[in-house]
């Protein structure tokens, strides 16, 4: 099992806590989707309401239902909110994502803008379809624009925003030139500096990728992500050694057990002859 999968993999499962995954070495063609019968958004759904048992049928038709009742923004946003929840812990990020947009919309400020743009962002990184791919990534796009739009001065936002640019336009140094201005603005920005970091690994430059990961970790030793990333530049150069303890370092790290489980799995298969 190469490491890539297996990032990919926990990534995806700690999308409600923690920004920032692999970046995908296709950029999306957003201009247009390939001929199929079923429009992204409605495939979404389908697959997602195909994994439901009659209890959880009747457990979100009734979460919707409750919506149409609703008169107040903020307690339909509340609602979404727990869909988004459910649809996350069933293991479908794309509903999940699509739940917290709609919740955004009721309200339309920044933070709520934000946080759906930044899961529609996962979300697409996760998709294996192209058409489905595509549409979120424009989502989540449009919606981090407007969010920024709202707050220009919201570092965190700039630079989601400057990811999601470089991921989807055809001239991504725009996204690059913007992150680079925000760690210049504030050099310790969280954000701005893993999505560089992340961008370094992919474009195979992982000595600078170890670096700034490492600068993450001096700054913000809790959190995990930058241990998984030293751990994948690790891996791609060869060092096999520091790669599972940067893992381990990880693991130890995540709150979930599942997760936990899973690292215990893989570093141990790693660890075969």
């Known amino acids: 099992m190469q490491i890539i999968w297996v990032v990919v993999l926990l990534t995806a499962a700690i999308g409600l806590y923690f920004y920032g995954n692999r970046t995908p070495s296709i950029k999306p063609d957003t201009a247009g989707y390939e001929e199929k019968s079923v429009l992204p958004e409605t495939q979404i759904w389908e697959e997602a309401s195909q994994s439901l048992t009659e209890e959880e049928s ?11 009742t609703l008169t107040s923004p903020e307690q339909r946003a509340m609602i979404y909110e727990g869909l988004s929840a459910f649809w996350n812990k069933k293991g479908f990020p794309a509903a999940s994502a699509l739940s917290r947009l709609y919740g955004a919309r009721q309200t339309g400020n920044s933070a709520a803008l934000h946080a759906a ?25 449009d919606v981090l624009q407007k969010a920024s739009t709202l707050d220009s001065t919201n570092l965190d936002i700039q630079a989601d925003w400057a990811r999601v640019v470089v991921l989807t336009s055809s001239k991504p140094m725009e996204g690059i030139k913007l992150l680079l201005n925000i760690t210049r603005q504030e050099p310790r920005h969280l954000r701005a500096n893993y999505h560089l970091a992340r961008m370094a690994i992919t474009s195979g430059q992982l000595s600078k990728a170890v670096t700034r990961f490492r600068q993450i970790i001096e700054w913000y030793p809790s959190y995990p992500d930058a ?9 791609e150069m060869g060092n096999s050694d520091s790669a599972l303890y940067f893992l381990k370092q990880y693991k130890g790290l995540v709150p979930d057990p599942k997760l936990q489980q899973q690292m215990d799995e893989y570093i141990r298969q790693f660890q075969k002859p």
């Open 227 to 235: 241990y998984l990333g030293l751990g994948e530049a690790y891996h």
């Open 117 to 141: 743009g930044s899961m529609l962002m996962h979300a697409a990184e996760l998709s294996t379809d192209s058409n489905t791919q595509k549409f979120l990534f424009t989502e989540s796009l």
């Open 58 to 68: 009747k457990k979100v038709a009734g979460m919707e239902k409750a919506i149409d």
